[in-house]
Nanobody, 129 residues
């Protein structure tokens, strides 16, 4: 049973930085796709970064490219967020799809469809003022 637990959210001023963590536990396989998503009330969930672990390929949305970095070490997925903007304010979620490949991972991430990622964390709030 896979579990994802996010941490590291909080309040930050515009231009500042935050680093989110997602602890991954349970049975996993190497062909998995890990992603970071965010959502604000009344808006659709947005995929912002993803990693296909088997090849260490990373993918970013245009809204965060150049400012956010996804990385992974051991059982933890990270999202380093620099140059934060008020529009980055949202609930941030990590997600894992255990059966993926280098084609499906970026496709699933960019679609932002919840059903394409089998496991989700509970979310961590980021507020930028």
């Amino acid at each position: 049973h896979v579990q994802l637990v996010e941490s590291g959210g909080g309040s930050e001023q515009a231009g500042g930085s935050l680093k989110l963590s997602c602890l991954v536990s349970g049975d996993t396989v190497s062909n998995y796709c890990l992603g970071w998503f965010r959502q604000t009330p009344g808006k659709e969930r947005e995929g912002i970064a993803a990693m296909y672990l088997n090849l260490l390929r990373t993918y970013y949305s245009d809204s965060v490219k150049g400012r956010f970095t996804i990385s992974q070490r051991d059982d933890i997925l990270y999202l380093q967020m620099n140059d934060l903007k008020p529009e980055d304010t949202a609930m941030y979620y990590c997600a894992l799809e255990p059966e993926s490949d280098y084609v499906r991972c970026p496709s699933a991430f960019s679609s932002s469809r919840r059903d394409l990622f089998r496991h989700w964390g509970q979310g961590t709030q980021v507020t930028v003022s």
